[in-house]
């Protein structure tokens, strides 16, 4: 990380430094031809002045002086009358050039180009004097190119010790801006002393260190669980067996004690079915086939098969709604629907009713079973779709529960992206419903 940090900050200050060079070289070219045009501009007014003063005899002069500057006159149509450095494309019509053009209908004109005397990048300038004729004064770029790589060879010696500097730099910021973070204490989080852009980050690592907290005890109460909810129906059967065993059981009370195996061993089927069926819920990549249920009839199959357990507890049953087509995995979702309502009979009163509706609402699909029963404390309504949670662990034996039924709910939901809303109150019932 330290080296990730250093070399970017490295790439960031020699990008900015190679491009601050490309920048000022750039605006010194520039700023240097447009300083040689005004030089040459004001030289040339210099020189129309002079001719104007002592006529065109002063060009002879200044073709003795050697000047550096070429000077051409041209008349009117264009026909070449003189040049300080004759050569064979001197005395060639001049009408088509661009400077000229402009010199002859406005006064004055300029161009940038090769020149095709030469070969080289040449400014002109031209300016048409009274009589009608044009002067114009040319200067090859060779004058500028030798100041400006003078220049860059200056700044790129500037350059390379800004950048050298900057590594040394990057390398010391580095260093304190990772010696905090490898002092970080990950157990504590939040006790830590850094940066303050640091803390979104510790705030997710204290709620990741308390979510595996939290996981970890879990696991260690589902173990616990486990361990005694097959503990106790295996402890009965290995009671009653080994008393038939020993002959101490009189033969009439042999299909008793065999009827006690029996419930605690179905119990300990049940037990272990719901536990799969967890296990299969936590298990996220497994690709569950999905398919258009019906919750209605889904939820009458339910009623049916519960039925003649609600009769044995004299609780009545009802459904109401309409059909319902729903695309999801119809093994979960038979199982969330008959746990609920299960339960819905099992910790309801005598006499007792149960009321199961499915129909569409501007939320979703939805399934609402609301019952009469003995009710949920308000505060144990968040714990009870936890594993082998019972609100009332007398009770739930009595009925025969694992505890394990409405986390089999949760996760089918969780599966489906549903929401589970609950109400209840003491002695009142329970309204569960099931908003797909």
């Known amino acids: 990380m330290r080296n990730k940090i250093q070399k970017s900050m490295l790439v960031v200050i020699c990008a900015t430094v190679v491009s601050a060079f490309i920048i000022m070289a750039v605006l010194f070219y520039a700023y240097s031809l447009n300083h040689m045009k005004k030089e040459l501009k004001q030289e040339m007014s210099y020189i129309v002045t002079a001719i104007e003063i002592s006529g065109l005899t002063y060009l002879d002069d200044i073709d003795a002086a050697r000047v550096e500057t070429r000077l051409t006159l041209i008349d009117e149509t264009g026909e070449v009358l003189y040049d300080s450095r004759e050569d ?128 970890a005890d879990m696991r260690k109460e589902f173990s616990a669980n486990v361990s005694h909810e097959l503990k106790t129906p295996l402890t009965s059967i290995s009671g009653y067996a080994e008393i038939m065993k020993g002959g101490l059981v009189p033969p009439e009370d042999m299909i008793r004690f065999s009827e006690k195996i029996h419930k605690e061993a179905s119990r300990l089927i049940v037990l272990i079915e719901d536990i799969i069926k967890l296990s299969k819920l936590d298990e996220a990549d497994i690709a569950w086939e999905k398919e258009n249920v019906d919750l209605y009839e889904m939820c009458m199959e339910t009623c049916n098969r519960l039925a003649f357990q609600a009769e044995k507890k004299n609780v009545h049953m009802e459904l109401i709604g309409e059909p ?35 129909g569409s609402t501007l939320q979703g699909p939805k399934v609402v079973v609301e019952d009469t029963g003995i009710g949920i404390p308000k505060d144990q309504q968040e714990r009870v779709f936890e594993r082998f949670y019972r609100v009332d662990k007398s009770h739930s034996k009595e009925t025969g529960g694992t505890g394990l039924g409405l986390s089999i709910v949760k996760h089918g939901a969780i599966c489906h992206g549903a929401e589970i809303r609950m109400e209840s109150e003491p002695l009142k019932g329970t309204r569960m419903e099931i908003v797909f």
């Not at 064979?88 to 004109?109: M, P, V, W």
């Not at 990048?121 to 004064?137: E, H, P």
Request: hydrophobic share 45%.
């Open 88 to 215: 064979d494309y001197t005395f060639q019509s001049h009408a088509e050039r661009e400077e000229i053009e402009s010199a002859l209908k406005n006064g004055s004109g300029e161009a940038l180009r090769s020149s095709e005397t030469i070969g080289k990048m040449t400014y002109y300038y031209a300016v048409k004097l009274k009589d009608g004729m044009v002067l114009r004064a040319s200067k090859t770029l060779d004058g500028l190119m030798p100041v400006v790589l003078g220049a860059m060879l200056f700044m790129v010696g500037i350059a390379t010790i800004m950048i050298v500097f900057a590594y040394f730099l990057a390398k010391w910021q580095t260093a304190r801006l990772i010696q905090p973070i490898n002092e970080l204490d990950l157990e504590h989080p939040l006790e830590n002393t850094v940066y303050e852009e640091l803390t979104p980050l510790l705030v997710k690592m204290e709620q990741q260190n308390q979510a595996k907290d939290e996981v």
């Open 324 to 358: 319902l087509i729903y695309f999801g995995v119809r093994q979960i979702l038979d199982e969330m629907i008959y746990n609920i309502c299960e339960n819905a009979i099992k910790y309801n009163v005598d006499g007792g009713s149960v009321m199961v509706w499915v």
